[in-house]
């Protein structure tokens, strides 16, 4: 037997242990029922997947695509220029930069989230701000509605746009550039013809990574948008932390990977046909 061999092993147990197994659980048990005092019981049924087409999950599903999607559009909007401009920076800028992009991984999610509130409510920064230069005469309504919870999302959501770009940008063939300038195009031809075609691979996987990361985020909604904020991560943590639904729970988890995974089929389907085009040109 190769050495290579044994030394996927290690890393074959972690991945059955830490991965498979849970998620076989997690199937396990969306297929069983809810007891009336909330224990499983070990029952098969398919009532668990069928109740997630209530109108009432359909819309609370419907709310948390509208909001990844948005997640989405701002996270691109806001981070291809940033990539863009870090890229054309000498290195040592770059290597400033894209630290600068990554320090608030260094700090604790939650922390973060709370330091957002601390500075949108009432008597925070904003606010008091505001209100010592006399632009308003009342505090602003700042937290617990849709665009707090926008901002929060596309705070933590952001870094996972930019460095799927750069590596674009870094990765493009500025022979390409340089044909087009001396064709005659002008920048902004040259970026939308040029540039923007051959970083598609990046835009797609910062896409799929805001996107799939917002469709399961529970708790900036939950800290910034309050009650008012449904989302589905929010759905699924109610179950297991609250409702003691486990069952239904775990069906809702399952749709919401099972979502995620067509999403993860079809970026892989768009950089086959990206590849393929360029193979042909």
């Known amino acids: 037997m190769s050495r290579g061999r044994w030394l996927a092993y290690p890393a074959l147990a972690w991945l059955f242990l830490f991965f498979l197994s849970p998620l076989l659980i997690v199937v396990f048990l969306s297929f069983m029922q809810r007891g009336t005092y909330g224990q499983v019981i070990y029952q098969f049924t398919t009532e668990n997947y069928l109740r997630f087409f209530e109108p009432l999950y359909l819309q609370i599903f419907g709310d948390t695509l509208v909001m990844a999607f948005f997640t989405t559009v701002v996270c691109f909007l806001l981070g291809y220029p940033i990539a863009y401009q870090i890229s054309k920076l000498t290195r040592s800028w770059q290597n400033l930069f894209l630290l600068l992009v990554m320090v608030p991984f260094w700090i604790n999610f939650l922390i973060r989230s709370y330091a957002w509130v601390i500075i949108l409510r009432s008597q925070g920064m ?156």
């Open 126 to 281: 904003v606010n008091t701000f505001l209100l010592d230069l006399g632009l308003i005469e009342q505090p602003l309504n700042l937290l617990y509605n849709f665009g707090a919870v926008s901002l929060g999302m596309v705070y933590a959501h952001l870094p996972f746009m930019i460095l799927p770009i750069y590596v674009s940008l870094e990765q493009l063939d500025r022979r390409l550039l340089e044909a087009a300038y001396d064709l005659g195009a002008t920048p902004i031809k040259t970026f939308f013809y040029v540039t923007l075609p051959q970083t598609l691979p990046g835009i797609i996987a910062g896409s799929i990574l805001v996107f799939v990361s917002s469709l399961g985020m529970f708790v900036i909604p939950d800290i910034m948008g309050g009650a008012k904020s449904a989302l589905i991560g929010n759905l699924i943590q109610n179950q297991f932390l609250s409702a003691r639904d486990w069952p239904f729970g775990s069906a809702l988890s399952m749709m919401l990977a099972f979502f995620s995974l067509i999403l993860i089929y079809l970026y892989y389907r768009a950089l086959q046909a990206q590849q393929g085009k360029e193979e042909k040109g």
